[in-house]
């Protein structure tokens, strides 16, 4: 029997290949194979190069806030982006090798469309062959993808369980290690890859436990180290993980890196989903210094005591304060997250957390997440309210009001606001940029640079408010 796997082409206004690396659907296809299958693999988002696509009907409110044109380092998002061929081409790409299964992966569901609109070529192709969808996306809201009719079978657990269940097979997987090189340059290979699943906290807007449950679990680091290429002294391997709390196994993550720093001798590590500071110590931080992390990407979520309540999180400050000040003298760089737009959230609010950031200094770049539920989460467990909602609006870029608390407008200036912010820790070099954000901050407006127009132009439709009280509160001496 032959089946195909296949994660679906992206559309979305941003897409980073060397972040996709898919490993559910590589998990899917090593199982296949165990079991005896022929397989074939379609990761359609990283076999092409980007189209610029139509926005869609259900996107258009961002138009009012696109500068077509666009350029710089405070620019917006300018186009919408299809990443991989159009779902006609895709549908025959898969059937290309007459299938008898296809296996679907919606890794989020705020991808979903994709998924059906795969499904839906296929079907218009060849109405009799079974379609199969899986992943995070189908776990959280499976009836969705039922109701469509698209589908021979909606698999909601993880691959290591559902795929031999789907089969009826009596065979039993332990979490399988998958790896997965991403991007290859002369001098650098990327891998990602995860050596843990689940999470048994509990923070409100997560989605993790939904999909993962709150077990933690392990891979065999043995398995995923003979899965590993050789060493290649001309390059540089960089391992990226996955995980969503890797430190909860500090000890065999430590045994891991290890491992892998005695396989290759050029290695950095990185964990670009993000670090659980609350996890981490001075000790910690040195040693994974020491084995090769150059970057560390931290998440504060909020520094609001009261959503932070809510949210079932903590911010510990102190400890906070004390990691950033120890990364900026080791002079490693770090990128700090935060979520704005959750309930009762005011603008006033959010700014608080960029003025926060900003005041951390030169090493310690902003990084902004728009709030955006999963069916499920806190506040958005009655499902059936998403029904008449497209999932596009589930997309962080979609910059949507969930909570009726930020506006999409207030969110894009917060994401301007956070580029200046970044602009101004970056080394100072007096261009035509330096003298636009000292526009900025002088005028306590947003200005920024369009295509063919020689001089900076004022910003379309955003909060001035929020500018105002971003400068008004934040001290910056700029060279006259
Ligand atoms: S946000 Fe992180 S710590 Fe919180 S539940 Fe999710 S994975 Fe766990």
Same mark, same amino acid.
């Given at each position: 029997m032959r089946c195909a796997v296949v994660v679906p082409p992206i559309e979305d206004f941003y897409y980073t290949p060397h972040r996709g690396s898919f490993l559910g659907a590589h998990i899917v296809a090593r199982i296949l194979k165990s079991l005896g299958y022929l397989v074939d693999l379609y990761i359609f988002p990283n076999t092409k190069k980007p189209r610029i696509i139509q926005i869609p009907d259900e996107l258009r409110y961002l138009k009012d806030f696109?500068?077509?044109? %666009? =350029?710089?380092p405070f620019s917006y998002f300018t186009t919408y982006k299809r990443f991989g061929p159009d779902y006609k081409k895709a549908a025959e790409l898969i059937l290309l090798n007459s299938p008898d299964l296809v296996f679907i992966s919606c890794f989020a569901f705020c991808y979903t469309k994709s998924t059906i609109r795969v499904a839906e070529?296929?079907?218009k192709k060849d109405k009799n062959i079974k379609i199969i969808v899986g992943g995070a996306g189908v776990s959280v809201f499976p009836e969705y993808f039922e109701n469509t009719g698209l589908f021979y079978s909606v698999l909601t657990k993880e691959a290591e369980i559902a795929i031999p269940e789907f089969f009826g097979r009596d065979v039993r997987f332990d979490l399988i290690p998958s790896v997965v090189n991403t991007k290859n340059t002369k001098r650098v290979s990327y891998f990602s890859t995860y050596l843990t699943r689940g999470c048994p906290k509990n923070c409100g807007f997560c989605s993790v436990?939904?999909?993962?449950?709150?077990?933690?679990? %392990? =891979?065999?680091?043995?398995?995923?180290?003979?899965i590993l290429p050789d060493e290649d002294n001309s390059k540089i391997f960089l391992f990226n993980f996955e995980d969503d709390n890797v430190l909860l196994k500090k000890e065999s993550f430590f045994e891991v890196l290890q491992k892998i720093k005695s396989r290759y001798s050029k290695v950095l590590f990185s964990c670009e989903n993000g670090i659980d500071y609350r996890e981490l110590d001075i000790d910690?931080?040195?040693t994974m210094i020491n084995l090769?992390?150059?970057?560390?990407?931290?998440?504060?979520?909020?520094v609001n005591k009261r959503i932070l309540l809510e949210q079932k999180r903590t911010f510990l400050r102190d400890k906070f304060i004390e990691l950033v000040d120890y990364l900026k003298e080791q002079d490693i760089e770090t990128i700090v997250y935060f979520i704005a737009g959750f309930r009762g959230e005011s603008w006033k609010d959010s700014i608080k957390n960029l003025i926060f950031l900003a005041q951390l200094g030169e090493r310690v770049r902003v990084g902004l997440s728009v709030f955006y539920p999963v069916p499920g989460i806190l506040g958005f467990e009655e499902k059936g309210f998403f029904l008449d909602k497209s999932p596009y609006l589930l997309c962080s870029s979609a910059a949507y009001p969930w909570n009726n608390s930020l506006t999409t407008q207030d969110f894009i200036t917060l994401f301007r606001l956070a580029r200046v912010i970044n602009f101004l820790k970056r080394p100072i070099i007096e261009n035509e940029s330096y003298y636009v954000v000292k526009k900025i901050i002088r005028e306590k407006r947003l200005y920024t640079f369009v295509k063919n127009i020689p001089y900076p132009?004022?910003?379309?439709n955003y909060n001035r408010d929020m500018v105002k009280e971003l400068f008004d509160n934040l001290k910056i001496t700029l060279k006259k």
């Open positions: 696109i500068i077509d044109g %666009e =350029v710089g070529e296929i079907t436990a939904l999909v993962h449950g709150r077990k933690l679990r %392990e =891979v065999d680091s043995n398995l995923l180290m003979d910690t931080l040195q090769g992390f150059r970057q560390f990407n931290l998440s504060i979520v909020n132009v004022e910003v379309k």
